[in-house]
């Protein structure tokens, strides 16, 4: 990775939001995936996801969004200021509004309550809100939905989201790498989405590249 220009000057910022379905690993190490690559991160967890990543992960996250941050910044080795944490129901975060949303959202694990809502519209907490910012700007949003099976209800709703510009990326990872490990099983997604986001990324070798370090 390219090291950062002195300043801490950034680059272009991504918004992160974990939710309540499995897999909170693949969102925590997405983010720490685009602190290496320079990016800055706004984060949202949702109070769900909060109780996934204490079950899941030896990892204790903080609930309020100052002392959350400076534990993501610590986690991920992020400079000062290069994650930002929003709560449930900041709606003065640049997040709410077109005006000063990013380009780019990721929904990373993302239940099928959240596909829902952001389907329908609901835009009840800042989690959905943004991602009804991001549809309404025609931004790049990314659902990473991990739930089986899939409903026709889950299946309608990400239908309906795919016509409107979103990309569905289901946590379902695979296996012609042959990975050695869950770690590598996680990074298999998380390259993927660095793929829809155009960020240069050494996870792991696109079909037919050579491995880095081979």
């Given at each position: 990775?390219?090291?950062?220009?002195?300043?801490?000057?950034?680059k272009?910022?991504?918004?992160?939001?974990?939710?309540?379905a499995?897999g909170a690993q693949?969102?925590?190490?997405?983010?720490?995936?685009l602190?290496?690559?320079?990016?800055?991160?706004w984060?949202?967890?949702?109070?769900?996801?909060?109780?996934?990543i204490?079950?899941?992960?030896?990892i204790?996250?903080?609930?309020?969004?100052?002392r959350?941050?400076?534990?993501?910044t610590?986690l991920?080795?992020?400079?000062g200021?290069?994650?930002?944490?929003?709560?449930r129901?900041?709606?003065?975060?640049?997040?709410?509004s077109?005006?000063?949303?990013?380009?780019?959202?990721?929904?990373c694990?993302?239940?099928?309550?959240?596909l829902?809502?952001v389907a329908?519209?609901?835009?009840?907490?800042?989690?959905?809100?943004?991602a009804?910012v991001?549809?309404k700007?025609?931004?790049?949003?990314?659902?990473?939905?991990?739930?089986?099976?899939?409903?026709?209800?889950?299946?309608e709703?990400?239908?309906?989201?795919?016509?409107?510009?979103?990309?569905?990326?289901?946590?379902?990872?695979?296996?012609?790498?042959?990975?050695?490990?869950?770690?590598?099983?996680?990074?298999?997604?998380?390259?993927r989405i660095l793929?829809?986001l155009g960020?240069?990324?050494?996870?792991?070798p696109?079909?037919?590249?050579?491995a880095p370090?081979?």
């Amino acid at each position: 990775m390219q090291p950062l220009e002195q300043g801490n000057t950034f680059k272009a910022p991504v918004s992160v939001a974990l939710t309540g379905a499995s897999g909170a690993q693949y969102g925590l190490r997405l983010i720490e995936v685009l602190v290496e690559a320079g990016h800055e991160v706004w984060v949202m967890i949702s109070k769900a996801a909060h109780m996934v990543i204490a079950t899941e992960t030896d990892i204790d996250l903080p609930a309020k969004p100052e002392r959350l941050q400076e534990a993501l910044t610590a986690l991920s080795r992020a400079q000062g200021g290069q994650i930002r944490c929003f709560g449930r129901e900041d709606w003065m975060a640049p997040v709410a509004s077109g005006s000063g949303a990013p380009s780019a959202m990721v929904i990373c694990p993302c239940s099928t309550g959240t596909l829902s809502a952001v389907a329908t519209g609901a835009s009840n907490n800042l989690i959905e809100r943004a991602a009804d910012v991001t549809i309404k700007e025609r931004r790049t949003l990314i659902m990473v939905p991990r739930e089986t099976p899939f409903s026709a209800i889950h299946l309608e709703h990400m239908l309906t989201l795919s016509r409107l510009g979103a990309v569905i990326l289901p946590a379902a990872p695979g296996f012609y790498h042959r990975p050695d490990s869950v770690d590598a099983l996680i990074d298999f997604i998380v390259a993927r989405i660095l793929n829809q986001l155009g960020i240069h990324h050494r996870l792991m070798p696109r079909w037919g590249e050579q491995a880095p370090n081979s």
